[in-house]
């Protein structure tokens, strides 16, 4: 079965940075387009990144653009976050998600994602 494993998350200082990886398996990775969204407490959850199969584009929502970076390694089956000069409100959950090719104008919307992964929490301190 499809399997999408988060890691990376933690508690960070504001300014600080982290990486979190979305090891995907159970599916041909470079036929799907994957994103990354963020449940904070008390929020609904809402997109932060996503990036095309090929990798040729990427799209950020604007409260994270020019801080966070979404990469892939289509070898290794892996989807990653990089995430820089975090804040407080960068606090959540973050999932990883698989969606199948389509109309990038659809990669913001949590509806047209299939396969989703549990979770890594982040937090970051004022």
């Known amino acids: 079965q499809v399997q999408l494993v988060e890691s990376g998350g933690g508690l960070v200082q504001a300014g600080a940075s982290l990486r979190l990886s979305c090891a995907a398996s159970?599916?041909?990775?470079?036929?799907?387009?994957m994103g990354w969204f963020r449940q904070a407490p008390g929020k609904e959850r809402e997109f932060v990144a996503a990036?095309?199969?090929?990798?040729?584009?990427?799209y950020y929502a604007d409260s994270v653009k020019g801080r966070f970076t979404i990469s892939r390694d289509n070898a290794k089956n892996t989807v990653y976050l990089q995430m820089n000069s975090l804040k407080p409100e960068d606090t959540a959950v973050y999932y990883c998600?698989?969606?199948?090719?389509?109309?990038?104008?659809?990669?913001?919307?949590?509806?047209?994602?299939?396969?989703w992964g549990q979770g890594t929490q982040v937090t970051v301190s004022s």
């Open positions: 998600a698989a969606k199948t090719s389509g109309s990038p104008l659809l990669l913001t919307r949590i509806n047209e994602y299939t396969y």
């Open positions: 159970g599916l041909t990775f470079s036929s799907y387009a």
């Open positions: 990036i095309r199969r090929s990798t040729d584009r990427t």
